[in-house]
């Protein structure tokens, strides 16, 4: 393996263990794919009540599943 090749496979990894890098993978894996709208995985993220976002791909799989149902807006 090239130096660059390791380089490159080590920071997309560094990237998917970062904050940023897990939720911007998570947000290609549901809404890029159609699978959820944007706002549905804004609002779960957010819900995660974690600082790292440690729980947010067990609950958005909650919601894919139907575990979670479509949250109401309460006025």
């Given at each position: 393996m090239?130096?660059?090749d390791?380089?490159?496979?080590?920071?997309s990894?560094?990237?998917?263990?970062?904050?940023?890098?897990k939720?911007?993978?998570?947000?290609?894996?549901f809404?890029?794919?159609?699978?959820?709208?944007?706002e549905?995985f804004d609002?779960?993220?957010g819900?995660d009540?974690s600082k790292?976002?440690?729980?947010?791909?067990?609950?958005?799989?909650?919601?894919?599943k139907t575990?979670?149902?479509?949250f109401k807006?309460?006025?």
């Amino acid at each position: 393996m090239k130096l660059v090749d390791f380089i490159l496979r080590t920071e997309s990894v560094f990237n998917l263990l970062s904050e940023e890098g897990k939720i911007d993978f998570l947000k290609t894996q549901f809404v890029d794919s159609g699978t959820m709208r944007k706002e549905i995985f804004d609002e779960i993220v957010g819900a995660d009540p974690s600082k790292n976002n440690k729980y947010s791909t067990w609950l958005l799989n909650q919601y894919v599943k139907t575990v979670i149902k479509p949250f109401k807006k309460v006025q």
